[in-house]
């Protein structure tokens, strides 16, 4: 008797190995943990058995551990280098997929008291670099600006460098904040501050129309202003894998990129993706 119970023990204990199966961990963009976590939860609930763990750290974290083969999935708020590309191929020999999953706009935040409403690239520039130090040079009140930025780690910094920095250095008064969450509270709080990041983080805090320059037009990061291209800091948010997803990463890949999946990106404050976009889907600037 004692001897058929253990077996039926075991045959229950594989039996739930079974059912649960290889978890798939997905590591990286802090701007993306929101809506990678939402996915998982969604997914898990559709999908019995499956296990999907998603944790933060910043785009260049979840790539790196790509690269180590410590993630099954890279998420990343920015395009991977070319270098870590080459890094991947070298360590694992393989290449990297890069996969688009939803649309952001770089936000601009600011306090809700701010009487400021725009402000262009240029102007950005110039304050993120001290050239610019006083609200009042910008149409605001008489006061010190207070800037916040994320670390170095993480792609919406190294976005915010390239595509409005020109790929120069951020001031040194700059403070670094671990998170987009812990640049809402601070700008949320501080009536002088200024902060970035996704579009899907933006609340208690105003956000900012941005132009190129100042003969273009002031652009919300509104949907239809990001899928069309038109605001001027609208990116891709991205998944990247060490070839071609299979067996269940491909499932949760193909459902992340179904009705079902882009449904979850729209909850979290993010957008969707136009209709043609697949994964075989070559990737863009």
Not at 36 to 48: D, F, L, N, S
Not at 77 to 83: E, L, V
Not at 233 to 256: F, H, M, N, T
């Amino acid at each position: 008797m004692k001897r058929l119970l253990t077996m039926a023990f075991a045959v229950i204990v594989l039996g739930a190995l079974a059912v649960a199966g290889k978890p798939i961990t997905i590591k990286g963009s802090d701007t993306m943990v929101i809506l990678g976590q939402r996915w998982a939860e969604t997914y898990m609930k559709a999908h019995p058995g499956s296990i999907i763990q998603v944790t933060g750290g910043g785009s260049g974290t979840g790539i790196a551990q790509l690269i180590d083969g410590a993630t099954d999935i890279a998420q990343a708020s920015r395009p991977m280098k070319d270098q870590e590309k080459a890094q991947l191929k070298t360590k694992r020999r393989i290449e990297a997929v890069e996969i688009r999953t939803a649309l952001d706009g770089l936000a601009i935040y600011v306090n809700e008291k701010n009487p400021i409403t725009r402000l262009t690239q240029d102007q950005l520039k110039a304050i993120y670099q001290m050239d610019i130090t006083n609200w009042k040079e910008v149409g605001g009140p008489d006061a010190e600006i207070i800037l916040y930025s994320r670390e170095n780690n993480s792609g919406t910094y190294a976005y915010f460098k390239e595509h409005v920095l020109k790929n120069e250095d951020f001031s040194a008064q700059c403070q670094t904040l671990p998170g987009t969450a812990a640049i809402i509270n601070a700008a949320a709080k501080d009536p002088n501050g200024i902060g970035f990041g996704g579009i899907g983080y933006a609340k208690g805090v105003k956000v900012l129309s941005i132009a190129k320059d100042e003969k273009s037009e002031y652009v919300d990061p509104t949907e239809v202003n990001v899928v069309s291209m038109k605001y001027p800091l609208a990116r891709y948010l991205y998944w990247y894998c060490a070839g071609e997803p299979k067996g269940d990463a491909r499932k949760l890949v193909d459902w992340i990129l179904s009705d079902e999946g882009q449904k979850v990106v729209t909850q979290v404050g993010y957008y969707p993706l136009p209709k043609k976009t697949t994964l075989e889907e070559k990737p863009g600037k």
